[in-house]
């Protein structure tokens, strides 16, 4: 038996959120059964409930899912068998095979008769698992019951089958059956569906069977398929399949499921069933218990459709933004209309495809016409026309209700889309669909920008920016930049490169949107896989340290301080933090410490001195280095490009991005995918650092070196210097700009036109400094500030006068007065020069080794000579000097970080080694018995002093990078000595084993083994294999002789007996492989090398050559053994007199002030421009570009050809339809006027013919929806909805034609509904009984016409019905006066409304006003509209509300009560703050037209406006 187990929580260096495989393993237990398996899958099922995050192997994750699955999902089965008058089967339509035994005589339901409700009971589902479809890839399938929550289906979707919530639903809806479809409408619309669901993240829900409008979706997925590769998205198609009616259903059952099942496509033997599309990846098949019915599942698709709706939309949960649905249709027959009926009156917008055939064909041609032309004569010919045979099958009032249904579809022209083929203005159906809803979203009730920000949420999620540019940023519509942060955030996190650009385009400032709330939820919503991510959640866990908190850690507790320590990491420790702490107390929690980002805190809490550092600091933070930084560290290549863009400081930026992504590369995988796009980005940064400084240098020398050099405030205080050398970026060191800074540093005060023989002629005869053999910078810059002079006062004089050049030339004057040096300067500047120092410190290294020689050789005594003693002296300055080097830290690295710097350098190794070699030497040499010993140590130490030799050759444009390749070679060499160590030790021992017998002398065992088939290689070819070459004078018998080896086993002749024949053969192979094959693979492996190395040599000597610089620009000027004298003024200042030291690195930093740091940004962003300029241009010019471009203009200009050809095709077919109609039409009109003519007289028998064509309204503007139906009459739409609110009661279909009483309507047969009276109701007066009687009823009819129901409805009485409006306004005092009104809050209808209700006779305010303001200021408000003389009726009249009836109706009264600056109005204010957190919560909301109310509040909102015009 094996149980499983969970470990303790992992340590805090562990990957946050994810305990790895061996957190739960199996420990087993040996006992003397086997474990249940629904123990296992309890105890899995709890295990994966309690570890959300943990990372289990694939066949626990199934046990767990089995027992998820079996926990929550249910399948339904018939408990009752009852024949259906068919032998063998039950009326639930399955066999009696397929009943369990309980079913075939139950005794709990004998002698009963068959209910669906009652003996159809739920049991644990048995058909789930991974279904393989016919050779497709595998998919997911699970049979649910038809009760099934859709909570839990959406929890298997997105958990368990791993979908990511989609970004848009896109449910397709239409024929059941396989219908006909144009080629060119098909091949559209699959485009477009597969189109738009990969752009945006949408699933597809289907019925899922290959059939009808099923079948063209799975074609529409098999050609993704097909065309698309493994790296594309994956397009998400849910098909909801009844369980019943599905054919070859048997390979899908397995009680613990089937992973996977194999089910085949049988479309010939399916008879009335149906078969499963293969071409859909998940399925969900809806079980009712019954077998043969379809419809099933067609309620739980709406259920689950509408749960997906709800939820919020992409991944920041706080959105008020939900998952968008749209319906797609195609062809249909009944069942579709009233799907499409039903989605829009939810709010569901609808795309129609014409010339799909029958209800989409129906409600296209009729969407093309004026509402009051959509009558029953024209949906009787239009469905003539579409369904051919089956309208013989329609009876009128189907005819009547789908005249009334899609009348009310035309009506809601906001949720009604018509993708047409013939359109001038072509789209494709991806763009039709993603409009569609942008259009729902723009009419809905949500006021002004909210609206616009709502459809920019969907366009973000979408990532269509082709939508957004066309549909949203048009010219009416203006964006401040605060309107779009949030899209910005979503832009961001959803890593939309195109949005993001597009939202900068519009002005979105990146200073007011990139805050530091903004900062650290971006940072929150990192790749869960992302380094950086990982890293950050590490250190906020180890700083927590309870397991219990960890769990709950959330995203909004990032903060930038741990931003910046994980940073700073990356970055190195030279540099300082990028986000500075505001409090770092000690006794502050961590947790709670502030980051000034943009912090403004008041002067009387700050001194000034803090105020204006802040204002400084606000006024350098560079909020496109946020941005950048924050791309960088999770990898994004195009979104970090487009922040750099927006960076100051490009140039740090770039080399910053390429430090940070080297190191993080290295914590990576180093073979990772990850790594290498980290690599390969840091080198696209450097190449653009390298663009950025070329273009500066090309502009300013001066300038662009100083950038070298200057310390950056907004990369913790760093240089590009020290970023690129940190960085490795060798090519960029290797730029001719950074190399002519380091040659000028190189020369010191020198000029750098000196030749060499001139400094080396100097440094023997220093006298020729002062005669002017030599230069010096300072000579130079003189020289070029009087050429500049002259020049400057010759555009003068040529100038007209004007006092700013003369002004200018005073400036540059003050800036061009330079002093010659003086006679020290010039000896201080040639001493102090680093090649000065250099050429010194060679000739002292060479009269160093002179010496070490001599003594070696020549004096080297028991009693050491004065030349000796010199030699230690020499030797201690050197040593003195290496410690100088090792602590001296001007950089503020730390020692630890100096150290390894010093440790990682191959001379300073061998600088260390050669001093220990010579101490041991040393001490020997001291000691008389060791003195050879030490004579001999100390000669090894003077050939690694003689190695050392060539790091002073590095500087050498010649020398320096055939040094660097030694050093790769002799990398090469280490590998090839390991490779032939293997072939010496193999035959040494084989050959030793052979010849000699157990030898026992340790160092003729290793000449045996080692040193003899090493000699071998080099041509020294052994004696002792051969018999003939064999000597018995060579050898001795018993090894006695300790020069001799041992003779090999003899024979009694004294012969040797190995077996010749086998050392001569492994000798020849040795030879052939050691000498031939492996010398052979050294030479091309030196000479690979050398190519590799060589086309970089000059880069590799570029980039060491710093170091070598730095070193002698910071070391004392006096040579070994004179710098002990500079050591000891070292030691006595900063030791002794305790002097802080002087910064010798100022060449490598610069501060600059604000003023010119202002200016050199400024410059260096202009430089920007004007490379990525020259970048775009070079792109454009390149042949893949022009290629890319013209094919593009190509397809284009075919597609467009395409619409052209279709668009003239039907227009003239149109065409000639028109004047066929209107030529019968002329025909009619004559006969007409014949006939009147005849009759001689101005009757005639038949109707007067039009003369114009009823399609030329095709071409009209479509007539409001709210126009009458009959002059005076008011119109009837909300009193006519089919669905009567707070019952099932359904109306009868009344079309528009139909509403007024004075038109005959004999088909018409309302139902009756009357709700019960309240207690209420009758306590106040309201009529008797009589609500059902149609001779009572027949006396109230609605003045508005009918409405589909008689009776009383849940009104309180027949006839009409009494409301009160009270508009209770006051003007507000803002900006501008205001008139605002007093509105109270609908949950149900998610709106607002007037505070209005149902009242009798002897009342004035609605009881629902008494009870949300009170009975006592009720009271007051009576008595004040008692005095107020002004006070007005607003309207007055019937109201068209969704609860009337033919015999009961609603009648409003809206007055204007206008509350003026008075007690009451004071009282008013004060109940409203109580009342703003109730149930019934109430608000003083603005009078405008954009106030989300009812239609009907909204027109006595503009009549009230209208009475207040021109007040106050």
Excluded at 498 to 522: G, I, M, P, Q, Y
Excluded at 856 to 875: A, G, I, M, R
């Amino acid at each position: 038996m094996q149980l499983l187990t969970a470990e303790p929580p992992p340590p805090p260096s562990a990957q946050p959120g994810i305990v790895s495989t061996d957190r739960v393993r199996a420990v087993a237990v040996t006992m003397g059964d086997v474990m249940e398996p629904s123990f296992v899958q309890t105890l899995a099922a709890s295990v994966t409930r309690t570890a959300k995050y943990l990372s289990l192997s694939p066949s626990f994750q199934r046990c767990a899912f089995m027992a998820w699955i079996k926990e929550n999902i249910r399948k339904k089965e018939c408990a009752y068998y009852t024949e259906d008058g068919r032998e063998g089967v039950c009326k639930c339509g399955y066999p009696k095979t397929h009943h369990v035994d309980e079913a075939i005589k139950p005794e709990e339901f004998l002698g009963e008769s068959w209910d669906k409700y009652r003996h159809i009971r739920e049991a644990p589902t048995d058909a789930f698992g991974d279904i393989s479809l016919g050779g497709h890839k595998a998919g997911k399938y699970i049979r649910v019951s038809t009760d099934t929550s859709s909570e839990t289906l959406y929890e298997l979707l997105t958990e368990h089958w791993r979908l990511r919530p989609p970004n848009l639903l896109i449910s397709v809806t239409g024929g059941a059956k396989n219908f006909y479809m144009k080629t060119r409408l098909k091949e559209m619309f699959r485009r477009g569906l597969i189109k738009v669901a990969q752009t945006t993240g949408a699933w597809i829900v289907t019925g899922g069977t290959h059939t009808g409008v099923m079948k063209h979706v799975g074609m529409a997925m098999r050609d993704y398929t097909l065309s698309s590769s493994a790296f594309d998205a994956q397009v998400v198609a849910i098909g909801v399949v009844t369980w019943g009616v599905l054919h070859n259903r048997e390979p899908l059952v397995h009680p613990e499921g089937c992973f996977p099942a194999h089910y085949s496509l049988d479309e010939q033997g399916q008879g009335r069933l149906s078969c499963l599309d293969v071409n859909h990846s998940h399925f969900l098949l809806v079980d009712d218990g019954t077998h043969g019915q379809y419809g099933a599942e067609i309620a739980l698709r709406s259920r689950l459709e509408k749960l997906i709706s709800q939820q919020p939309l992409g991944q920041r949960a706080d959105g008020g933004v939900k998952i968008p649905v749209v319906c797609v249709v195609l062809e249909g027959g009944p069942g579709t209309l009233n799907t499409i009926y039903n989605a829009m009156l939810n709010g569901t917008p609808s795309v129609i495809l014409e010339g799909s055939g029958r209800v989409a064909d129906v409600i296209a041609h009729a969407a093309r016409l004026p509402l009051s032309q959509v009558n029953i004569a024209l949906i009787r010919k239009l469905m003539k026309r579409f369904f051919s045979k089956e309208y013989e099958s329609f009876s009128s009032l189907m005819i009547i209700e789908w005249t009334k249904k899609i009348q009310d579809i035309i009506r809601m022209p906001h949720l009604l889309t018509v993708f047409r083929l013939d359109e001038e203005k072509h789209i494709d159906l991806d763009v039709a669909i993603l409009q569609a809803l942008l259009k729902a979203s723009r009419n809905c009730d949500t006021p002004g920008h909210e609206s616009w920000e709502q459809q920019l949420e969907l366009a973000v999620a979408w990532n269509r920016v082709d939508i957004a540019k066309s549909e949203i940023f048009t010219e009416e519509s203006q964006w401040k930049s605060t309107d779009l942060h949030r899209a910005m955030l979503s832009a961001l996190v959803g890593h939309k490169p195109d949005f993001v650009k597009l939202f900068l385009a519009n002005n979105v400032s990146l200073r007011e949107f990139l805050h530091e709330d903004t900062l650290c939820e971006l940072y929150a919503h990192l790749e869960p896989g992302c380094l950086f991510l990982q890293r950050l959640r590490r250190r906020m866990k180890a700083e927590k340290g309870n397991r219990s908190q960890l769990d709950r850690l959330g995203r909004s507790q990032v903060s930038l301080r741990h931003v910046s320590e994980e940073v700073h990491h990356f970055l190195g420790s030279f540099t300082q933090p990028l986000y500075s702490l505001k409090n770092p107390c000690a006794e502050t929690p961590e947790e709670d410490v502030c980051v000034t980002l943009q912090t403004k805190v008041s002067a009387d809490l700050q001194s000034s001195s803090t105020a204006d550092e802040e204002r400084e600091a606000e006024a350098l933070r560079d909020p496109g280095r946020d941005l950048f930084l924050w791309a960088i560290l999770q990898n994004d290549k195009e979104l970090a490009e487009i922040a750099w863009e927006q960076c100051r400081d490009s140039l740090t930026a770039a080399l910053a991005a390429s430090r940070i992504l080297k190191r993080m590369a290295l914590e990576e995988d180093q073979v990772g995918d990850e790594a290498e796009e980290m690599r390969k980005l840091a080198n696209h940064y450097e190449r653009q650092a390298i663009g950025v400084f070329s273009e500066c240098y090309s502009w300013d020398e001066q300038r662009a070196q100083k950038l070298l050099i200057r310390i950056s405030p907004s990369w913790g205080r760093a240089t590009c210097l020290r970023l690129a050398l940190e960085a490795d970026d060798k090519s960029f060191v290797a730029h001719v700009g950074v190399q002519a800074f380091l040659t000028q540093t190189w020369c010191g005060e020198l000029a750098m036109s000196n030749p060499l023989w001139k400094v080396l002629l100097c440094m023997a005869f220093p006298l020729l400094i002062y005669t002017g053999f030599i230069s010096f910078r300072r000579d130079e810059e003189i020289l070029k500030a009087s050429e500049r002079k002259n020049k400057l006062k010759d555009a003068v004089a040529g100038a007209p006068s004007d006092t700013g050049w003369k002004a200018q030339l005073r400036h540059g004057q003050v800036h061009m007065n330079l002093k010659p040096l003086d006679c020290i300067s010039r000896l201080a500047g040639f001493v102090m020069a680093p090649m000065v120092k250099f050429y010194w410190g060679i000739v002292s290294y060479f009269s160093f080794l002179v010496l070490f020689g001599f003594v070696l050789v020549v004096d080297f005594q028991l009693t050491p000579s004065w030349t000796e003693l010199l030699l230690y002296l020499w030797l201690m300055s050197l040593v003195v000097e290496e410690v100088r080097q090792l602590f001296d830290d001007p950089d503020g690295s730390g020692f630890q970080k100096k150290v390894k710097r010093y440790i990682n350098d191959l001379w300073n190794i061998l600088d260390v080694l050669s001093i220990l070699l010579f101490t041991c030497g040393f001490i020997f040499r001291l000691i008389t018995a060791t003195f050879y010993a030490g004579k001999v140590v100390l000669c090894i130490d003077f050939i690694i002093f003689c190695l050392r030799l060539m790091a002073i050759f590095t500087i050498s444009k010649t020398l320096g990078p055939k040094i660097i390749i030694v050093r790769r070679m002799m990398m090469d060499l280490f590998f090839f000595m390991f490779l032939l160590s293997i072939w010496v030790v193999a035959f040494g021992v084989a050959k030793q084993g052979i010849l000699i017998q157990n030898e026992d002398r340790l160092e003729w065992i290793m000449r045996g083994v080692l040193y003899e088939p090493y000699l071998i290689i080099f041509g020294n070819v052994p004696t002792d294999i051969d018999r003939v070459q064999f000597s018995m004078d060579s050898c001795t018998l018993n090894g006695s002789d300790p020069l001799k080896p041992r003779c090999p086993v003899l024979a009694t002749d004294q012969t040797p007996v190995f077996p010749e024949w086998l050392t001569i053969i492994l000798l020849c192979v040795y030879l052939l492989f050691a000498n031939i094959l492996l010398l052979n693979l050294l030479i091309a492996i030196f000479n690979y090398t050398f190519q590799e190395v060589q086309d970089n040599t000059d880069c590799f000597w570029k980039f060491q050559r710093y170091e070598l610089i730095k070193e002698y620009h910071s070391r004392p000027a006096y040579p070994p053994p004179f710098i002990l004298l500079s050591h000891l003024y070292l030691l006595v200042t900063r030791f002794l007199l305790c002097r802080p030291s002087k910064n010798k690195h100022r060449q490598f930093k610069q501060q600059l002030s604000r003023f010119e740091e202002e200016e050199m940004l400024s410059w260096e962003a202009l430089m920007q421009e004007n490379f990525l300029a020259k970048s775009r241009q070079e792109q454009s010019q390149s042949v893949e570009y022009r290629v890319q471009d013209t094919s593009e203009k190509v397809g284009n200009l075919v597609g467009m050809l395409e619409v052209n050809h279709n668009r003239d095709t039907d227009s003239m077919t149109k065409r000639l339809a028109r004047l066929e109609e209107q030529v019968s039409r002329s025909v009619k009109a004559l006969s007409w006027i014949m006939n009147a003519l005849r009759s001689q007289g101005y009757a005639s028998e038949e109707e007067v013919p039009s003369l114009t064509s009823q399609r030329s309204h095709m071409e009209t503007d479509p007539e409001p929806a709210n126009k009458p139906t009959a002059e005076g009459a008011p119109c009837h739409i909300k009193a006519r909805h089919l669905h009567y609110p707070g019952s099932q009661v359904t109306r009868f279909p009344v079309p528009e034609e139909k509403v007024p009483w004075e038109v005959e309507f004999t088909l018409y047969n309302p139902p009756v509904y009357s709700t019960q009276r309240t207690t209420d109701s009758r306590r106040k007066g309201t009529p008797p009984a009589g609500d059902s009687d149609v001779a009572n009823l027949q006396k109230y009819r609605n003045p508005g016409g009918r409405t589909g129901l008689m009776g009383r409805g849940c009104l309180d009485q027949l006839g009409p019905n009494q409301i009160h409006d009270p508009v209770i306004t006051r003007w507000w005092d803002g900006d501008s006066p205001t008139l605002e009104f007093l509105a109270v809050w609908e949950e149900s209808e998610g709106r607002w409304a007037i505070p209005g209700g149902l009242v009798h006779s002897d009342e004035i305010l609605p009881e629902r006003l008494e009870r949300i303001l009170g009975k006592k200021l009720c009271d007051k408000i009576k008595v004040r509209m008692a005095e107020d003389t002004r006070l007005q009726t607003v309207y007055k009249g019937y109201v068209d509300d969704d609860r009337n009836t033919d015999n009961a109706w609603v009648e409003t009264t809206a007055f204007n009560i206008h509350l003026g600056s008075s007690a009451l109005l004071d009282e008013m204010n004060q109940t409203v703050q109580r009342r703003l957190v109730t149930k019934e919560s109430v608000w003083w909301r603005e009078v405008s037209s954009t106030a989300l109310m009812c239609a009907h509040h909204k027109e006595v909102l503009r009549r009230v406006a209208e009475l207040h015009q021109g007040a106050p």
